[in-house]
């Protein structure tokens, strides 16, 4: 979906090709907030902030990018932005629910001790900078190439290398006291 006649037609006002946008787009924008925010209802606000938003500011896209990858950085800024506002970290439970599927066969016992680790690993992700913080949720919670996380965040790749990278050291740091103690 990005053709250049279509971005032509979105800047011009094509309610259709609004449409069209947004129903191409708003699962994966609704899901990339529920990634951070873990709220529906929050979720589901900041999907149509982002869709407001990037209505208002259509003229101001400059078709170098992918129309994907501009809406994802609307939609991980405006999440981004709502946690600072609502001072919530709530990368906790993400990490919690994505670790409980495998946990299903697992006696109590077990269950709780991988509770424990899984709160202690969100607990480290939370405390992580921003940058680190974000760069690092989008690659391994939204899957995303580090390519594409550089188109997300504006950042270059070897910066998104080296967030990811220094994410990953400082987690290490930070996990190796509890380790050490199992």
Known sequence: MQDTDFIQRLKQGDEKAFRQLVAHHGEMIFNTCYRFLQDTDDANDIAQDVFVESYRSLKQFRSEANITTWLYRIAVNKSLNFLKKHKRCTLTDD?????????????????????????VLASAIDKLPENQKTAFTLHKL????????????????????SLIHRAKKNLQKSLVTYYKNE
């Open 95 to 119: 990490i919690a629910k994505y670790a409980n599927d495998s946990m299903m066969q697992e006696d109590a016992f077990a269950h709780a001790e991988n509770e424990e680790r899984k709160q």
């Open 142 to 161: 939204e899957e995303k190439s580090y390519k594409e996380i550089a188109q997300m965040t504006v950042n270059t790749l070897p910066a998104v290398e």
